[in-house]
Each structure stands twice: as structure tokens, then as C-alpha cells.
């Protein structure tokens, strides 16, 4: 069984997430596909999946065992062609039992008369735990199951046994390690290699380089949507990989561009009611003893008008902090102040506001925009009570914002979900650097832009902080946290275990991307 993609083009508005990408998937493989965000990846599994189809007229083919198929038109077809394909949240609910979760996904068997035959339900969970040799009992709950073993329960309930299994032709993970800590990391990989053992081939999606070294057979790395190497992952050393993982096309933050004039941005704070005085001489942002899921007791402060990254691998807390410091997850411990006023324990996004914290999140879909409402109503509704019958106020702000954030096109009236990518997060970096935060927190901003949205929030950025506005900034692109930040601060395992800094001359794309990938 083999699984093969030929010549895959996939274009989205601005933007070329996968080009004429050829790839091949052999039996009893391991490969990693490994990239940075925005590279290609997640594009390259939902085309795998069903979810997304190649562009039309240029060729594009996938064989399954050598049959063609040219696209799955939808996921279902996908699975019937035995691909299957366990994702980074595992599937499986915390109150149920494991044998429930498994009835989920694959069906109650059910007696005479319709009622669910539990003995059976049972039955079928022992033998299928014992086949893949998981030492979990059926009645176990959900919530007792380790990160690791939730992992084994996920990919076991995907594959199947006997016939389910013999019909499966490539299992993907798709960052389906991302949430397991790295002292469980080695019980999930061998799990994964006996699975690869039995001839089936597995499409590791993933950016944890250091754990699946030691089990991948091969290694594709895309960069920009193209495919820059595919080889033997012996054959490779982590130099070599980060080294493709750069983004070869961006070049630095262009200083001519980040050099704006801001009267505009001081006319938009003065139009939004927002006092852009400030002489307050402490840190703007101080954190102390923070605890929250994976974060465990880190100390931090950003001063006014500095730029400060954070990266880690999945499960470090990279990716609870920001959510936490926007006020959209709660804090078990620790401290946050924003120029000195401590902020209460139990917080709200609306709250994080009024204390002067804005977050940009790594969502735009879900979480950054109404994709339904016009632009118009995306860039005022933070606010929505400072325009309440002010239309002439509310268009004065919206020439104002579209041109100063290069929203275009300039109809502020066009629904939000027809704007492409980059300018729907310009235009949400504007709608809250408009309000003139003290702390603007960016979860990776600049994901799936084009490169002029890219160079043009690089300059918003810039300006930002040359206005006294501290930037904390979430990323996995090394060369734009080297390029901007005065510091980048390291975590691991929910702690802050490094920090490189410009002026010192630590702080390189190198250094950052090992860090991030490694």
C-alpha cells in the first residue's frame, strides 16, 4: 500500500499554499513533513483528507496503490479510500468512558429490540486494546488517561481491527503529538512505529524535530507552499533541516518601510477617544509566578514601547500564554499588572481591555473577525459605544483606519469573509491598535499572509512601539521575531529556560529556529 501526490497546486486569494507539490508515501515508513507555519502542511493533509482539492487544470493526482484519483472530492470519499488520519486535539471526551469514546466513533453494537449491548461494546475495547497492546481497561475514564495514552486510545480507534484495519491505507498525524509532554513523547513514537511495522504508511505532520529523529524513516520539508527536500532522515542532521525551514524569501523588516509618520496613528487615538499622553516610567506589562495549564510559575516584564517574542514547542505554553494574557483563559496563580494595576484573578477578554491588554489572536476565523458582518462593523465593534449614533464620527475613523492599515479594497460596507487573508488581519491588527493599547499581545501575525501583508504589518508593528505601544508577539517564524524583537524569551515545559537578546548579538534566526523546531 502506497499513497502518492503528483504536481498539487493549491491557491487561495494572494496566496500559493502548496505549488506543483509532488510527494510519495511508501509502506512501513515513517515520514515527517515538517515546515513552519503558513509552509504548507495543513494544506497538504486536508488535500490528503478531502477537505481541500487541488486547482483545477494543472495536472494534480493522487494514487492510492497505484489506482488515480486525481482529488477526493470530499473527506468522506478520502476515508473510504482507507486514508485515516488522527489530528493535534485527540478526539475523545473527558466524562465518558474509553469504551464509550470508542462506540463514538465506531458504533454501539445494539441487541434485539434496539438497546445498546454494553457486553459486546466491552468486548470489542479489550480485544482492540489488547491487539495494539494498550494496558487500559474499558471502563476507564477519559479524564484518567495520560496525554500519551490518549494519543495510543485516538490512533487505535482510527485504525481499527481485522477489517477495519486491512482496509486502512496511510494513517496521518497531524501534529497529533503536539499536546503530549516530552517526558511521554518516547511511549507515544514507539507506538507509532509499531503501527508503521505493520506496513502501513504513516505521514507524521509535526514540528517536534527532537523526538522523531529517532523514529522517522524519511523526512519532506516545504517551505512557501513548495516541496525543498525529501530524503532519508539519517541522512539529514538538525543544521540541515532548520536550514530549509527558513524562509528563504522573506527578507528582514524593510526600515524604510516601518518608518511611518505617526500623526495618522495619534489622530486615530484622538477619533477613538483614546489618550495617547503617557509618562508612566515602570514596566508596561509585569508578570509574576504565572500558572495555567502548562504554565508553571514563569516572571516577566515588557517595557513601554518594546518588542518582545515568545516561542516553544507544542506544550511548553506557548500557546496558553497569549490566551491568557488576552483574558480568554484563566489563571490558577501568579500575578499580571499593566503599568503597575494589577489585574484580578478572574479575568475577561472585555476586561483585558479596559486594563489597556489587546489581543490579536492566532485565529482570525473564529476568534479575530465576524466573518459574516461588514468591515465596518469587524473595525468599530471593540468600540461600538463611542460611535452609537456618530455616523459622521464612525466613517471620519474608518477613512481614517482603511488607509492607514491598507485594508483594501475600500468597501467598508463588503462583507468580511470576501476580504482575502492579509487584509482581514489587517484590518484586525488595526481595529485594536486603533484603540491604543498599552500591551498589544500578537499571536502569530502574520500566518497564511501574503508577503505584502506581511510588510505591511511588519511596519504597523514598528510603528506601534516607536508610539510607546509593548509588543508581545507569539511566533514560529524565526526570521520575523529576529528582525523585530529587542529580546525572545524561550519556554519549555511551561517554564522560561532561555532568553536571547539583540545586544548581545544572541538573538539570530538560527539560534530562534532551533528553539522553535528542535
Keep these: 500500500m502506497s499513497i502518492e501526490l503528483k504536481n498539487v497546486t493549491v491557491t487561495f486569494p494572494g496566496v500559493t499554499a502548496l505549488d506543483n507539490v509532488s510527494i510519495g508515501f511508501e509502506p512501513g515508513e515513517v515520514h515527517a513533513v515538517l515546515g513552519a507555519n503558513g509552509s504548507g502542511k495543513s494544506t497538504l493533509v486536508k488535500v490528503l483528507t478531502g477537505i481541500y482539492q487541488p486547482d483545477a487544470g494543472k495536472g494534480a493526482d493522487i494514487l492510492v496503490d497505484g489506482k488515480h484519483f486525481g482529488k477526493f472530492d470530499t473527506p468522506m470519499m478520502s476515508r473510504e479510500e482507507g486514508i485515516t488520519v488522527v489530528h493535534q486535539e485527540s478526539p475523545l471526551i473527558d466524562v465518558l468512558s474509553v469504551a464509550e469514546s470508542v462506540a463514538l466513533f465506531k458504533g454501539y453494537p445494539k441487541k434485539t429490540g434496539g438497546r445498546i449491548d454494553w457486553k459486546a461494546l466491552f468486548r470489542y475495547t479489550e480485544e482492540l486494546f489488547e491487539f495494539y497492546k494498550i494496558g487500559l481497561t474499558p471502563r476507564m475514564r477519559v479524564a484518567e488517561l495520560s496525554a500519551a ?175 491568557v494574557l488576552g483574558g480568554g483563559l484563566s489563571r490558577s496563580g501568579g500575578e499580571i499588572a499593566v503599568k503597575g494595576r494589577s489585574l484580578p484573578r478572574k479575568m475577561t477578554p472585555q476586561r483585558a481591555i479596559r486594563a489597556g491588554i489587546m489581543l490579536q489572536p492566532t485565529d482570525r476565523f473564529r476568534q479575530g473577525g465576524v466573518m459574516s458582518e461588514s468591515l465596518r462593523d469587524n473595525m468599530l465593534l471593540p468600540n461600538e459605544k463611542r460611535f452609537w449614533h456618530k455616523g459622521k464620527l464612525a466613517r471620519q475613523v474608518m477613512q481614517e483606519a482603511i488607509l492607514e492599515f491598507d485594508v483594501r479594497p475600500r468597501i467598508i460596507d463588503m462583507p468580511f469573509e470576501k476580504f482575502s487573508g492579509g487584509n482581514q488581519q489587517k484590518a484586525i491588527i488595526g481595529k485594536w491598535l486603533q484603540l491604543h493599547p498599552d500591551v498589544f499581545v500578537m499571536d502569530d501575525p502574520t500566518y497564511g499572509v501574503d508577503p505584502a501583508a506581511r510588510k505591511k504589518i511588519f511596519a504597523d508593528i514598528r510603528n506601534a512601539s516607536a508610539m510607546g505601544v509593548s509588543i508581545v508577539i507569539f511566533s514560529t517564524e524565526p526570521e520575523q521575531l529576529a528582525s523585530l524583537c529587542t529580546r525572545v524569551v524561550v519556554l519549555r515545559q511551561g517554564e522560561i529556560v532561555h532568553e536571547m537578546k539583540q545586544e548581545d548579538g544572541t538573538l539570530t534566526r538560527q539560534a530562534i529556529a532551533r528553539w522553535c523546531y528542535a
Design 149 to 323: 495514552e490518549r494519543g495510543m486510545v485516538s490512533m487505535a480507534i482510527a485504525l481499527g481491527k481485522g477489517d477495519d484495519l486491512k482496509k486502512v491505507k496511510a494513517l496521518i498525524l497531524d501534529e497529533a503529538d503536539a499536546s503530549i509532554p516530552e517526558a511521554d513523547a518516547e511511549k507515544f513514537l514507539g507506538y507509532v512505529r509499531k503501527v508503521a511495522d505493520m506496513g502501513i504508511p504513516v505521514i507524521m505532520v509535526t514540528h517536534r524535530l527532537k523526538e522523531v529523529r529517532s523514529i522517522c524513516d524519511k523526512v519532506t520539508i516545504l517551505n512557501g507552499g513548495e516541496l525543498i527536500y525529501t530524503g532519508a532522515m539519517q541522512e539529514t542532521d538538525d543544521d540541515f533541516i532548520i536550514s530549509k525551514m527558513l524562509r528563504s524569501d522573506q527578507s528582514p523588516v524593510d526600515e524604510a518601510c516601518a518608518k511611518q509618520d505617526g500623526e495618522a496613528l495619534q489622530r486615530l487615538w484622538e477619533l477613538c477617544g483614546r489618550d495617547a499622553e503617557d509618562d508612566y516610567a515602570g514596566a508596561s506589562l509585569s508578570v509574576k509566578g504565572l500558572c495555567a495549564q502548562n504554565l508553571n510559575g514563569i516572571s516577566f516584564e515588557v517595557g513601554r514601547g518594546e518588542i518582545v517574542g515568545f516561542v516553544g514547542i507544542q506544550g511548553s505554553g506557548v500557546n496558553e500564554l497569549p490566551m
